[in-house]
């Protein structure tokens, strides 16, 4: 997907910025799998391929130095959680159709008339959700509310907070798309894959998600299958990092259903349609940082061990055009986790979108794990042949520099195990190691005229 954005849910929020430990153990199955954080000697060759590139932390030289630096970077990464939710409440108040019935934005654009200036119609919906605030009836509602609770942000100060909030993201955005159009004009053809690449490394951790990139990394999947990179039955332990809520994300804006999380399942899907493993023998695991993420897919599992389903909405709007393979990925989405069930009802403001949904079977849901691990900072210990033969980041490294990005590669492959996968959506630093090969890249259209999709890049560890 070209622009990220993948959260919160109740007390799911409480919590994300509490100080992490510097290790701490989690049950795996019959073991224990250790969450710390990278050493010094395991970073020294990340550090040498980038001790010219004057990023912070890049020069660091001897043990303390890294073991004070690689805490203080988590600490800094798990700061702007909030500033995630943030942004998340203003896509509400922009696009959401729960809380009000007056049209939604078309676009974060068209929300201010000038640079720091909201339209009158961005105004009206800012009040929608001060009004909205009282009712209490609607989850998303009420997470606003208790994110606001928590802030302290007093009972007659949330029009003025929601709007100086909104203002803030409209200037935001703005100065990303400049960002892409200076780097799309600059005479360096990779200008812009680097732009892309790093564009929101000092934004706020956004986990809202949509089900579209899935369908990208699930054709990657079908083309390797079919050039024989990939073998049947050769996956049994996936990693997603950063798997997002479905909170209401910024193309579309749904948010007439539940909290929901899409990508656990949809690599399950693609791996199991694709005869690559098979799902009741696939456990997935789920890296995240952010504790509404945690909590929601430790709950989705808790509720698969007690046998009840999971339930995913899939709304799709007719009018945006998607291709027919983009179509058939959302028709036949879930079939062979789950079964069909009644959609809920989508919004008379929401005119034209359809629904379908699915009831994902308990034993899946109950296959799944979730860690609290900055992929940037902290690892897994794993056995030797016991790590992952498929680990995902989509819209997720994008929120990092080029240095941070060149250690989350090199934890990546040590959580690999030899010949392992690894996929993401943004164009990666070429200055790490090599215990990462890059494969290739692959770009999946998602309409007709090819204007929206998504690239996806291939790695893998030799």
């Not at 510097?22 to 060759?45: I, P």
């Not at 109950?366 to 498929?390: C, H, W």
Request: glycine content about 6%.
């Amino acid at each position: 997907m070209r622009v990220p954005p993948k959260t919160f849910s109740c007390h799911l929020l409480r919590g994300a910025l509490l100080a992490c430990l510097a290790v701490f153990s989690l049950a795996e199955g019959a073991g224990e799998v250790s969450v710390r954080y990278l050493r010094f000697e395991e970073v020294q060759e990340t550090l040498r391929l980038n001790a010219d590139s004057d990023i912070p932390g890049s020069d660091i030289a001897e043990s303390a130095a890294w073991d004070a630096w690689i805490r203080s970077r988590d600490a800094e990464v798990r700061s702007r959680i909030d500033r995630g939710i943030e942004d998340s409440i203003s896509n509400l108040i922009l696009y959401g159709t729960s809380f009000t019935s007056l049209p939604k934005m078309e676009s974060v654009e068209r929300a201010a008339s000038e640079p720091g200036e909201l339209t009158p119609a961005a105004i009206a919906r800012v009040h929608a959700m001060a009004v909205a605030l009282s009712a209490g009836r609607n989850e998303r509602v009420r997470l606003v509310r208790d994110f606001l609770a928590r802030q302290k942000i007093g009972k007659n100060s949330e029009e003025r907070y929601f709007t100086e909030n909104l203002r803030r993201f409209v200037t935001e955005q703005a100065a990303y798309q400049k960002k892409l159009r200076d780097a799309a004009a600059d005479a360096d053809p990779s200008a812009l894959y680097l732009a892309r690449g790093t564009l929101f490394e000092t934004r706020g951790l956004s986990v809202d998600t949509s089900l579209l990139p899935n369908f990208a990394l699930e054709e990657t999947l079908r083309a390797m299958v079919r050039k024989g990179v990939l073998a049947p039955g050769s996956m049994h332990r996936i990693a997603v990092i950063g798997p997002g809520l479905d909170f209401t994300d910024k193309r579309d804006g749904y948010d007439f259903y539940p909290l929901q999380t899409l990508q656990p399942f949809a690599v399950l899907e693609a791996v199991a349609r694709l005869e690559l493993g098979k799902a009741e023998d696939v456990q997935v695991v789920c890296l995240d940082l952010n504790s509404a993420v945690i909590a929601h897919v430790q709950k989705l599992a808790e509720r698969g061990r007690a046998g009840q389903t999971y339930n995913l909405q899939l709304p799709r709007d007719p009018k945006a055009e998607w291709s027919p393979e983009a179509i058939s990925y959302w028709k036949h989405f879930g079939e062979i986790l789950g079964s069909p069930m009644k959609a809920l009802p989508v919004p008379a403001t929401l005119s034209g979108v359809v629904a379908r949904a699915v009831a994902i079977r308990p034993q899946f849901a109950s296959r799944m794990k979730a860690y609290d691990a900055n992929i940037v900072a902290q690892t897994l210990d794993y056995a030797p042949g016991q790590g992952f033969e498929l680990m995902i980041a989509t819209n997720v490294l994008v929120y990092y520099d080029r240095f941070q990005q060149a250690l989350a590669m090199a934890n990546i492959a040590r959580m690999l195990n030899r010949g392992g996968i690894f996929l993401a959506n943004n164009v990666l630093p070429s200055q790490h190691t090599s215990d990462l090969e890059y494969l290739g890249r692959r770009t999946t259209t998602f309409t007709p005229d090819g204007a929206y999709g998504d690239d996806v890049v291939v790695y893998r560890r030799p």
